[in-house]
């Protein structure tokens, strides 16, 4: 088959867009995950280009070795290759299922080895200082205390934050529904939450109709960019010398709840990872820090 280097998306075409709405619609990953898969596939369709490759069935197992092998060469990261090589197989797989294609030439594809290291966490003091930073009354205050309460009683992503519903909330039974999983709020969450909606939601929303649980002034879905800042604010306020980010929360999270005894089945249930082996680090935590607590405290240590 002749090369059409005219047509605009001329290998992946409709496949890239639909592959990317099932991540959306059925996967339920975030915007950004789903952008950095489209990327990655883009990126491996102006390589095949090169190879006057322009259809999904002329791709070979061989040729996505080559990009692999093209993106080591590259100054390009061990943590960025590894990731593309998931795009790949997320892809493949997709169109393998969807009977598009007749083999699964991604499997078995493999990547650079990516050593883990352990995420910095909070210590729970820390954690007390952060929370307990918003201690104002008003509408504002008694929003953001909520919102860091949800944050780390559920371990959920900022961008899952944010798109919260007023129905994503039972109050009867203390659970937060969040993209199919159903998480418990604790009886703090629960409180800044019971807090937050008699009177400081009604304040911010005002006469618009609106189901979003945590308005910004305007009674909108509040972006990433306005809780990271609100974040940043009382981070500085509780004197926190860390850098403090939304997934640090979420990881203190995990952290914390696998220290005080929780099984690791149910903290990756929770953090809604597909793969429990994602949530095996926060072990791997919570034994180191069982070691330091032994070591500065038993006397034949």
């Not at 952060?130 to 959920?156: N, Q």
């Not at 709020?185 to 937050?196: C, D, E, T």
């Not at 010398?241 to 929770?270: N, W, Y």
Request: aromatic content about 8%; hydrophobic content about 35%.
């Amino acid at each position: 088959m002749a090369w059409k280097p005219d047509w605009n998306v001329f290998l992946m075409g409709r496949y890239l867009d639909l592959f990317t709405r099932y991540l959306g619609e059925e996967k339920k990953m975030s915007e950004n995950t789903i952008q950095s898969y489209r990327r990655d596939l883009s990126r491996l369709e102006s390589f095949c280009s090169d190879l006057a490759i322009d259809d999904l069935t002329e791709v070979t197992r061989h040729n996505l070795v080559s990009y692999i092998d093209y993106l080591e060469a590259g100054d390009f990261k061990t943590s960025t290759i590894s990731r593309n090589v998931a795009s790949i197989h997320a892809f493949y797989s997709y169109l393998y299922t969807c009977h598009e294609v007749e083999e699964d030439v991604s499997r078995g594809l493999a990547g650079p080895k990516v050593e883990r290291t352990n995420p910095d966490i909070l210590t729970e003091n820390e954690v007390i200082r952060l929370l307990d930073a918003p201690s104002g009354e008003d509408a504002k205050c008694l929003r953001d205390k909520a919102m860091l309460e949800v944050m780390y009683a559920t371990g959920i992503k900022v961008s899952e934050l944010i798109k919260l519903k007023v129905s994503d909330v039972d109050l009867k039974t203390d659970m937060l529904t969040v993209n199919g999983r159903s998480i418990p709020l604790g009886r703090h969450a629960r409180s800044a939450m019971i807090a937050y909606l008699e009177t400081g939601r009604t304040a911010l929303i005002g006469d618009r109709v609106s189901d979003v649980l945590f308005p910004n002034y305007q009674g909108e879905e509040m972006s990433r960019q306005g809780f990271w800042k609100i974040l940043k604010s009382y981070v500085k306020e509780a004197g926190i010398e860390k850098d403090v980010t939304p997934c640090l929360l979420r990881h203190s999270f995990a952290a914390h709840l696998i220290e005080h005894g929780a099984d690791i089945k149910s903290v990756s249930i929770m953090l809604g990872h597909s793969d429990i082996s994602t949530t095996q680090v926060y072990a791997k935590m919570a034994q180191n820090s069982l070691r330091k607590a032994y070591a500065g405290a038993h006397p034949r240590s």
